[in-house]
């Protein structure tokens, strides 16, 4: 017998069930290490592409692959695009109905599941175990490994039951996780491999996808309905400082036009999960939030964060901007800061009930966002740093589109801690800045501070420039807002050096944003493809709304804007397009087709459909037509033959090279050798 096309092979698998045209960076090594059943930890940065590393594995191996995940949302999210992908999945939730359990058991049983999911909590029951060994698990993969960590701040206590079931059934172990930091790692490889480290995979940081911005506020609120503006239609997250803010801003944008909701700690859970399954399904929902929003989304096709107040860290800015583009498709984001914002940060630390040690970590993280705020360079290179990668300048960011003026502000710096020491360290930026730029307020005059030497020194700033300075300076950590001296700022050890005139001290020119209100809408297609794309859109919410999945089951942005660009004219050029899998194709692609061509839609008989896209399926076509013109032998006048779909498309697959393998053929009878042969071995030879 021939054999059939490999199936096995992870690359064709890649092609065929996801429609992808290759790995992306460190997928392949990491699914080979899996699919020969080592023992394997793989950091990657969100949207690298982590479950593919677990899913294409469990295609491709014998038996169950057992899929541990923290979030009951993400799991049945995973399990509906397995599905709409053709792939047996399926979970074991509390979440579940009887009629969803009952299935997942009937495909156990029949021997046709690749992937069950399961919920943390459901590792503590005594039946899991014996049902585990029944079904015939091989391979336990470990979503968000990091919740068996007790210091994170996702720890799931049922985690720690993982490392004995992997111990119990004998069989390796996969764990994934996007959070690196070493102490993290140590614990994932005690309590799931006993310790013995596994082959680990660390993949760099970078999002390179992601387009990286700040902007000092100047009207935020402006700022953030022009950023807005700009990306009309586009899936977005605003992350605001307050809870209140979450709902006045999304008003605002409602107002300007927008598909908008707010969300945050405060609302009831049900109300909550409203706004998460609107911004998973719906195309093009505006989210304003606080940080409450973001665990349970797993939304690929972010095309947008802005960030309406600064974070409070910069691994917190990472992760949150993170969210974006996890489909590797462009995504930008915008972050807004203040000097309130450095005041507010600062206070909540020193505020906070944490013990000193963790203060001084806390104020470390800020400032190395505050550093990337005020950078002077490539943001992404600062960030990279941060994280302990080297880059280089990256072409996506705003400093690397405009490079920032910087100037000698050594001199001016000085004269500002002059003026803060002489005051005994007591004041904030506004009255400082009156002392500097000799303005006599009735509070300078009460206090006698226009008869400093300071007093008018800082003449050649302006009011507003001066204001940026002492921004940069708390951006630098040169100066502290004291909370017990509500906010006056205090000099820190880091500026001494420049007071003694030791360290020079560039600062950007102010890099208050005042671009012109001109609102160019950001494409995500030139001109004109935007309609078709629109028209792709509609089918797409169309289909997923008859469904009830989330757009991007039916298919990602990337693989709308390809066929947008590329417009496929029949279903063979359609197989060519990214993300789109042969169970794809065969659910959806005729009605996207004819939506690109404006024609009704081609039909494929399956068995020629299932070919689309490979030689094979020219190979077939050119079968069908001899057949047609043989249909009644060379003179037109015998007995009506035919061959079955199916046989065409074993001929076409299996290229016999002679009339007596051509025989064996299920199908081809002596008769139909006889008529067809000769001129189907002349296609083949072809
Ligand atoms: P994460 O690492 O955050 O779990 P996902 O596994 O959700 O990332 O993948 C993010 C997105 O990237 C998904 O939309 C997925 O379909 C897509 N993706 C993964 N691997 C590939 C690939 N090789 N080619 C194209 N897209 C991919
Ligand atoms: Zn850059």
Redesign the pocket.
């Known amino acids: 017998m021939h054999p059939e096309p490999t199936t096995t092979d992870p690359r064709g698998l ?1 092609a065929s069930v ?1 429609g ?5 960076p460190g ?1 392949e090594e990491i699914v080979q290490a899996v699919l020969a059943g080592r023992n394997t930890l793989a950091i ?9 590393c677990f899913q294409l594995p469990a295609l491709c191996r014998a038996g169950v692959t057992l899929v541990v995940s923290p979030l009951i949302a993400l799991m049945r999210d995973q399990v509906r695009a397995l599905r709409a992908a053709g792939v047996e999945a399926g979970a074991l939730t509390s979440g579940n109905t009887e009629e969803e359990t009952e299935a997942v058991f009937q495909a156990l049983d029949e021997g046709r599941l690749k992937l069950l999911y399961i919920a943390p909590e459901r590792l503590a029951s005594a039946a899991t175990l014996p049902m585990l060994r029944r079904i015939g698990v091989r391979l336990i993969a470990v979503d968000e490994a990091h919740c068996v960590s007790q210091w994170g701040h996702d720890f799931r206590p049922d985690y720690l039951r993982i490392g004995e079931m992997r111990r119990m059934l004998n069989v390796p172990l996969a764990a ?1 996780t ?1 959070t690196a930091d070493a102490e993290t790692r140590d614990e994932i490889v005690a309590r799931l491999f006993d310790g013995q480290p596994p082959e680990t995979f660390l993949r760099g940081f970078d999002r390179p996808n992601i387009h990286l911005a700040f902007a000092v506020k100047d009207s935020p609120r402006e700022q953030i309905l022009r950023f807005a503006a700009a990306r009309k239609g586009q899936s977005g997250i605003v992350y605001c400082g307050t809870r209140a803010k979450t709902e006045t801003l999304a008003q605002a944008l409602r107002e300007a036009g927008h598909l908008t909701a707010f969300y945050h700690g405060g609302m009831e859970a049900e109300e909550r999960r409203r706004v998460e399954i609107r911004f998973q399904q719906e195309d093009g929902l505006i989210v304003v939030a606080t940080v409450a929003f973001g665990m349970g989304i ?1 939304k ?1 096709d972010i095309r947008w964060v802005a960030h309406a107040d600064l974070p409070k860290s910069i691994e917190s800015y990472y992760q949150e901007i993170g969210r974006a583009g ?3 498709g462009a995504a930008e984001t915008l972050t807004l800061y203040g000097p309130d914002d450095i005041r507010l940060r600062r206070s909540q630390i020193d505020e906070g009930l944490a013990p000193p040690e963790r203060k001084q970590a806390d104020h470390g993280r800020l400032n190395a966002l505050l550093g990337l705020a005020e950078a002077v360079q490539c943001r992404r290179r600062v960030l990279l740093g941060y994280f302990g990668e080297e880059s280089e300048a990256c072409g996506n960011c705003d400093l690397c589109d405009r490079p920032a003026q910087v100037f000698d502000a050594t001199d001016a710096v000085r004269k500002a801690l002059s003026a803060i020491l002489r005051t005994g360290e007591y004041f904030g930026a506004g009255h400082l800045i009156d002392i500097l730029t000799g303005n006599a307020t009735p509070k300078v005059r009460e206090r006698g501070h226009d008869g400093l030497p300071t007093f008018g020194v800082g003449r050649d700033l302006s009011k507003p420039a001066w204001g940026a300075v002492f921004r940069q300076m708390m951006g630098r950590d040169l100066v502290r807002p004291d909370a017990e001296r509500h906010g006056a700022l205090r000099m820190t050890e880091a500026a001494r050096p420049v007071l003694r005139g030791e360290a020079p001290v560039l600062l950007r020119q102010d890099t208050v944003d005042k671009a012109a209100p001109r609102v160019a809408v950001k494409m995500q297609v030139a001109e004109e493809d935007a309609g078709l794309l629109s028209a792709l859109k509609a089918k797409r919410r169309a289909l997923a709304e008859a469904a009830g999945v989330p757009a ?1 089951v039916i298919f ?1 942005d990337r693989t709308l804007i390809e066929m947008a660009e590329a417009r496929p004219q029949t279903l063979d050029a359609m197989m060519g397009i ?2 789109v899998g042969a169970k794809k194709l065969e659910s959806f692609g005729a009605q996207f087709l004819s939506v690109i061509t404006g024609a009704g839609e081609e039909r494929l008989h399956p068995a020629r459909m299932r070919l689309a896209g490979r030689d094979a399926g020219a190979i077939y076509d050119r079968l069908e037509e001899e057949q047609v013109r043989l249909a009644r032998g060379e003179d037109g006048i015998g007995k009506h033959l035919s061959c079955t779909h199916a046989t065409l498309r074993q001929i076409a697959e299996r290229r016999p090279s002679t009339l007596s393998e051509l025989a064996q053929i299920t199908g081809m009878g002596e008769q139909k050798v006889e008529r067809f042969g000769a001129a189907f071995l002349a296609v083949l030879n072809d």
């Open positions: 890649l996801f992808f045209p290759g790995f992306r997928q990657m940065p969100t949207g690298g592409g982590k479950s593919l994934f996007a797993d690929p996890r489909d590797g991007y990602p990214t993300g």
